[in-house]
C-alpha cells in the first residue's frame, strides 16, 4: 500500500509561538491531503482539505487563519498552527489519496502546548 | 459532528470471544463505508469497506454489516486476541476516499 509520513510525531512548544506539521506522501502522488484532529478519547474530526496550487477548504468553525494549510507539491502538505495556545494541544493526522479507492493516513502527530 | 465532546464507549472482551462493534451514521445518501483500526498514538489503519448495494461482507476474521434502513453498521470480530485491542472507528466516505467523516468509536479492551 501507499505510505503517508507526518513529522514530527510529536512536538511540544510554548504558548504563544507556532508549530509546523508536515504531512509527505512518500510513494505517489496527492493533489488532495485531508488534515483531522483528535481530541484524547474522542473521535477524528475533519478541519481541512489541503488542495495542491490552491487554497486549502475549511470546515465549518476551523479557524483558517489559526491553522495555515500549504500544499506546495505533489507531495508535501504543511499545517501550521499559529500563536499556539494550550486548548490547540491535539494529535493531528493527515491522510492522503492515491486514487485508488482507499485514503491512507500519517502517524499522527501529538502537540502540547504549554 | 455529531461525536464532537462525547468520550468513547469500551467493549471488553476475553481472548478467544467474538466481539461486536456497532456504529450509527447520519447521512443516509452515504454510499461506502470504512472500519479503521487506531493503536494507541498511531493514525487509523483500514480494516474493512463496504458499499451500500451490499449488507454483508466478510474479511479474515472481521465482518461488516450494514444496515441502511437504521443508518447501522457493525464489525464483528471472531476469535479476537489480545492484539486486537485499539480503538474503531467507522466512516463514511465522502467526495474522495480520504475526505472521511468518522463515527463516535469504540475502545476494545482483549483481556488474555
Redesign the interface.
Known sequence: GAV?S?HPSWVICKSGTSVKIECRSLDFQAT???W?RQFP??????MA?SNEGSKATYEQGVEKDKFLINHASLTLSTLTVTSAHPEDSS?Y?C???PDF???F????T?LTVV | GESVGLHLPTLSVQEGDNSIINCAYSNSASDYFIWYKQESGKGPQFIIDIRSNMDKRQGQRVTVLLNKTVKHLSLQIAATQPGDSAVYFCAEVGTSYGKLTFGQGTILTVHP
Do not use: C, N, P
Request: avoid cysteine.
Open positions: 503517508v507526518q488532495t491531503m485531508f483531522y478519547k474522542q473521535s477524528l474530526m475533519l482539505t494529535f493526522i491522510s492522503a489519496d479507492g482507499e485514503a493516513f500519517g502517524q499522527g501529538r
